[in-house]
T-cell receptor
């Protein structure tokens, strides 16, 4: 069956450092992979989308890599800030459509 | 981008009753979806809401339990029927479509069934 795995343990880092979150998947050939941010009591907010033919994408302090051979995506937040503290979700398309399968998410805590 | 609102934001219901959740999008979207997020878990797709026709349900979800309507491009409802405590969850509506593949989520409806 299709599986999406993210670091189950919370990631604690110091302000100013780079946070790196991992998303691994199995039994999947996704057309694209997305990263979302979710704050407590709120719906997910879209951050970045990377397609199967792209290796890297950047947006301000965010960078995503996508390795379809390793079946892995890495999500980086550079110069992290306490405001970046949230749960980050990896999501893959279902059958190349708009519907998504989500990983369980990784909780990030950035301390001053 | 699209802004999505949901009503109610939360509710506490008795076992055996039903609750209808409304989802409104401020602009037209091609697709609308309903997800469930149980405590400590990630989002699970319940169904795709199809305009003017029956919703497409994912494995493990059935129309009798989760009837869905989408009368137009910007509005959808999800009903949780004959509720039990196991239905306690956050229910999220989302919209997606051209020109991007991204999804926009509503704030969610937190349902507690006693």
């Amino acid at each position: 069956s299709q599986k999406i795995e993210q670091n189950s343990e919370a990631l604690n880092i110091q302000e100013g450092k780079t946070a790196t979150l991992t998303c691994n998947y199995t039994n999947y050939s996704p057309a694209y992979l997305q990263w979302y941010r979710q704050d407590p009591g709120r719906g997910p907010v879209f951050l970045l989308l990377i397609r199967e033919n792209e290796k890297e994408k950047r947006k301000e302090r965010l960078k995503v890599t996508f390795d379809t051979t390793l079946k892995q995506s890495l999500f980086h937040i550079t110069a992290s800030q306490p405001a970046d503290s949230a749960t980050y979700l990896c999501a893959l398309d279902i059958n190349s459509g708009y519907a998504l399968n989500f990983g369980k998410g990784t909780s990030l805590l950035v301390t001053p | 981008s699209a802004v999505i609102s949901q009503k109610p934001s939360r509710d506490i219901c008795q076992r055996g009753t039903s609750l209808t959740i409304q989802c409104q999008v401020d602009s037209q979207v091609t697709m609308m979806f309903w997800y469930r997020q149980q405590p400590g878990q990630s989002l699970t797709l319940i169904a795709t809401a199809n305009q003017g026709s029956e919703a497409t349900y994912e494995s493990g979800f059935v129309i009798d339990k989760f009837p869905i309507s989408r009368p137009n491009l910007t509005f959808s409802t999800l009903t949780v029927s004959n509720m039990s405590p196991e239905d306690s969850s956050i229910y999220l509506c989302s919209g997606a479509g051209e020109p991007t593949d991204t999804q926009y989520f509503g704030p969610g409806t937190r349902l507690t069934v006693l």
